[in-house]
């Protein structure tokens, strides 16, 4: 049964890659619902298929087997404007000033450009870089770069972001802070956010509900709501049901 | 303490060096006695610029013709079949190892052909400058029109972005480091090709200019043909330098 309020439907969907006559087994059977304004945690070892999940949520690859829906009548999704994407690096282009990288969805889609500026500055102040919009990228740090990015993919106004991994290439202490500016982010945008990582704990912080997959062969191994409260603080990470769920996820990957 | 900071400092101390280098050549000259055939003076050496007889003017203007007829053209040629090649794989496949074979043909063997199916003059000199400057633009550029992202690619087509739109916001913009870094080279070179064309057979143009004093032993002329032909290149590379200050920012650089 899918609760009909659910923004994202997945059952048994399967991927299959194929170099040459070789057959790559990429996702097997993964289902699971996503209602709008969650903030889902996809967590698991590299070559689970986290990624590749990610790439078919945002049309970007075909699925095999199974079923994706995206949207529903309360929530229409259109495909082609209503995903915004961050990656593990930032991928600001080099020549462009901030505001102006911000904007680069919205010139993409010929969306009105004035009122994309000016929704643009809204969301550089939104992510904490208010009076960063003419550096260059250069200029930021990467955990500045990486809320620019972040500002990108928001500003033409998505239903759902895709996150990749998006503080993995930070130092520790950033990613613990930009956890926080995350969550903060998603709270004031009220945006569907899928967000990919291989921090089990950075998924439990983080996640309204964590779907664990794992690698070889690549299949979905649990997906659970996380019942802690919001808004959520570092000191979430000391109380006794955050190590439960933890210790749930660390026992599915076989690290207990 | 002198501070190496400043723009000024590395101005004064570049403009300094360059007059020690001539304060080092006269001096060498003098102290050693040195016969001027084989080593005019500085002194010597400018004093052609004021004998009519050199026509340094016109010789100039020809040289600069052909290397800056030969460099612009190689930019065009260059950029364009690079544009070619990125925007259809077969055509690249074909020719791309076919134009790195012909990049190894030292271009300088091509003179008396050249010669044979252009006669002699501004126009193959000019060609001898571009075929020599060409390649480096052509390669490197291709190299950075496929240097792009695939995440960034997902990006765009993820929003449906259309091949012109990652063209032109993307890999364009994004290729140009790469392109200011072959023009770089290419401008030594195309200095090269142009002087070389002249030695092989010419009837004007600095590199002429040369060969004509050579018989009488007229070093100081060489001389100042050859300050000349420097200034040229220094002219060429300055320019490509200034271009690339103004439309490349300054972490995108390739050093």
Redesign the interface.
Known sequence: MTAPQAFIHLSGVRKVYRTGRREHLAISDASFDVLPGELVALVGPSGCGKSTLL?IL???HPHDGGEVRIGSPSHPFDP??D?G?V???P?L???RRVLDNVL??A???GLPMAAARDRARDLLALVGLGGSEDK???ELSGGMQQRAAIARALV?DPKLVLM?EPFGALDALTREKMNLELLRIWKESGKTIVFVTHGISEAVFLGTRVVVLTAGPARMADNFPVELPHPRTLDIKTREDFGVYTRRVYRLLGME | MITLDSPAARWTLAVLAHLGLVLVWYLFVELGEVPRFVMPSPQATFATLLDPNYRWWSNIAVTATEIFGGYFLALVVGVLLALVFTWSRTLEAIFLPLLVTLNMIPKVALGPLIIVWFKYGVFPNTLMAFSIAVFPILLTTARGLREI?P??L????????SRW?IFT??QL??A?PYIFSGMKVAAILAVAGAIVGEFLGSDRGLGYLMLQVQVTLDTPAMFMAVILITVLGMLLYGIVLLLERLL?????RLS
């Open positions: 790439k945002s049309g970007l082609s404007r995903v994407m990656f593990q690096q991928l282009l080099k020549w680069l969805p010139e993409i889609l260059f990228p250069y033409h990749d | 992202e995440d960034l997902d990006l765009v087509r993820s929003l449906r972005g739109q916001k993307i913009p994004g140009l490349v920012v300054r972490d995108a």
